[in-house]
């Protein structure tokens, strides 16, 4: 639920500058508006709960003066039992620019500070994206969604940039015989995105992490894009819990300097125009042609989930990527199963980078995926699971 306030002088510091704790008031009166807007100011009173702040990020990307009009858009990412997380975004509504980004976290309390459930009218308020079955597990010290379905080896499927874990929403739904774990990478999705820790590492990290609170030993580890550089990483961290290896339209070597210069250009373009601009950057590259005629549908589903993509996320997903390391030395050293998928049409990391790959790979397979382009589980859904699914038999259930 948008909100637009209008920034007056006595919200600025001496400089004419709004400043970062009139920011802070903004962003707390934009949802007071929505409540008021909504069920009513007094939603919380009537529940005999209170909505005490314990954490609060926000990342401040430029400046506001006098007489600007911001819009703040809300969104609910998780509800728990007696908290819940929300994000906010400030717009400047004469140039479109991202002004600020911020996460908070409340806990509901009575009024002697005990915890108390979070009030009914709230879980279905500012558009939450509930109600899909995810669970939040606290890894490292930062709370990460996951949808978690069936039973027997575990695959563990990671998401690339600037996407989600929905992108593996055929694979977690129809992959039988497995239990399919599908995250949302930190900073990315409705995971917590803290304005700094991004590197390959650090999510090679949080999904052994991962494996550890649900129970896992090792898992068959499924990257797409940028999630096959942190399935390689985890592949060299922490070799004895990998089962199994599926890497799906990504490459293993690291950027060239010319593409270190285009993730600088992207850090700074997200910090000045938001998601949206990187999002009108990536769409043309991402699907095949074709799919992008047929399916606007799927454009749009893309489009939506680029945008809400926090700015944190992709900023340090950016820099993440920058700075990986040359992951073609560990390809030989790779004593597991392992199958690359890429779709024949991807112009990203095109079907000569997975050759590359499986000729440095042991015993590695090779699938090309007819009309896909660089999100071939999106596009292709049926026949990337099928493939997974062989591959799985033939490996012999690992």
Same mark, same amino acid.
Request: aromatic residues 6%; hydrophobic residues 45%; negative net charge.
């Given at each position: 639920?948008?909100? @637009?306030?209008?920034?007056?002088?006595?919200?600025?510091?001496?400089?004419?500058?709004?400043?970062?704790?009139a920011?802070?008031?903004l962003?707390?009166?934009? &949802? !007071?508006?929505?409540?008021?807007?909504g069920?009513?100011?007094?939603?919380?009173?009537?529940?005999?709960? !209170?909505?005490?702040?314990r954490?609060?990020?926000?990342?401040?990307?430029?400046?506001?003066?006098?007489?600007d009009?911001?819009?703040?858009?809300?969104?609910?990412?998780?509800?728990?039992?007696?908290?819940?997380?929300?994000r906010?975004?400030?717009?400047?509504?004469?140039?479109?620019?991202?002004?600020?980004?911020?996460?908070?976290?409340?806990?509901?309390?009575? =009024?002697?500070?005990?915890?108390?459930?979070?009030?009914?009218v709230?879980?279905? $308020?500012?558009?939450?994206?509930?109600?899909?079955?995810?669970? =939040?597990?606290?890894?490292?010290?930062?709370? $990460?969604?996951?949808?978690?379905?069936?039973?027997?080896?575990?695959?563990?499927? +990671?998401?690339?940039?600037?996407? @989600?874990?929905?992108? !593996?929403?055929?694979?977690?739904?129809?992959?039988?015989? %497995? &239990?399919?774990?599908?995250?949302?990478?930190?900073?990315?999705?409705?995971? @917590?995105?803290?304005?700094?820790g991004?590197?390959?590492?650090? !999510?090679?990290? *949080?999904?052994?992490g991962?494996l550890?609170?649900?129970?896992? *030993?090792?898992?068959v580890?499924?990257?797409?894009?940028?999630?096959?550089?942190?399935?390689?990483?985890?592949?060299?961290?922490?070799?004895?819990?990998?089962?199994?290896?599926i890497?799906?339209?990504? =490459?293993?070597?690291?950027?060239?300097?010319?593409?270190?210069?285009?993730?600088?250009?992207? +850090?700074?373009?997200?910090?000045?125009?938001?998601?949206?601009?990187?999002?009108?950057?990536?769409?043309?590259?991402?699907?095949?042609?074709?799919?992008?005629?047929?399916r606007?549908?799927?454009?749009?589903?893309?489009?939506?989930?680029?945008?809400?993509?926090?700015?944190?996320?992709?900023?340090?997903?950016?820099?993440?990527?920058?700075? &990986?390391?040359?992951?073609?030395?560990?390809?030989?050293?790779?004593?597991?199963?392992?199958?690359?998928?890429?779709?024949?049409?991807?112009? +990203?990391?095109?079907? %000569?980078?997975?050759?590359?790959?499986?000729?440095?790979?042991?015993?590695?397979?090779?699938?090309?995926?007819? @009309?896909?382009?660089?999100?071939?589980?999106?596009?292709?859904?049926?026949?990337?699971?099928?493939?997974? %699914?062989?591959? $799985?038999?033939?490996?012999?259930?690992?």
């Open positions: 639920m948008p909100i @637009d306030l209008r920034i007056y002088p006595d919200d600025c510091d001496a400089f004419g500058h709004l400043n970062h704790a920011f802070v008031r962003f707390e009166r934009a &949802r !007071w508006d929505s409540l008021a807007e069920p009513g100011m007094d939603a919380f009173q009537q529940a005999s709960a !209170w909505p005490a702040v954490r609060t990020s926000v990342e401040y990307l430029a400046a506001a003066f006098p007489g009009v911001l819009r703040f858009e809300q969104l609910v990412t998780h509800v728990g039992r007696t908290s819940f997380t929300m906010q975004s400030a717009r400047r509504l004469g140039d479109d620019r991202l002004l600020a980004a911020a996460e908070f976290v409340f806990v509901c309390v009575d =009024r002697k500070g005990r915890p108390v459930p979070v009030p009914a709230i879980r279905g $308020l500012f558009g939450s994206e509930g109600g899909d079955g995810a669970s =939040r597990l606290t890894v490292h010290g930062v709370e $990460l969604s996951v949808a978690v379905e069936g039973e027997g080896p575990a695959v563990l499927f +990671i998401h690339g940039y600037p996407l @989600d874990r929905t992108i !593996w929403a055929h694979q977690v739904a129809h992959l039988h015989g %497995a &239990r399919r774990i599908a995250p949302d990478l930190r900073g990315f999705g409705r995971s @917590d995105a803290p304005d700094l991004y590197s390959m590492a650090t !999510w090679a990290d *949080d999904m052994a991962l550890d609170a649900l129970g896992e *030993d090792r898992a580890v499924c990257g797409f894009s940028m999630g096959g550089y942190v399935a390689l990483e985890f592949a060299r961290r922490h070799p004895a819990r990998l089962a199994g290896l890497l799906v339209d990504t =490459r293993a070597a690291a950027d060239s300097e010319e593409g270190r210069r285009g993730r600088d250009a992207g +850090i700074q373009l997200v910090r000045d125009r938001g998601a949206g601009a990187i999002a009108e950057q990536m769409l043309p590259k991402l699907l095949a042609p074709a799919t992008a005629k047929r606007p549908e799927l454009v749009a589903q893309v489009e939506s989930m680029i945008r809400r993509t926090p700015v944190a996320g992709i900023a340090g997903a950016l820099a993440a990527m920058r700075d &990986r390391p040359d992951n073609r030395p560990l390809l030989p050293t790779l004593e597991v199963p392992v199958l690359v998928l890429v779709g024949a049409e991807d112009a +990203i990391t095109p079907p %000569a980078e997975a050759e590359a790959m499986v000729a440095a790979l042991p015993g590695a397979e090779l699938r090309v995926i007819p @009309d896909a382009g660089h999100l071939t589980p999106v596009e292709q859904p049926e026949a990337v699971t099928r493939e997974m %699914a062989e591959f $799985l038999r033939r490996a012999g259930g690992v």
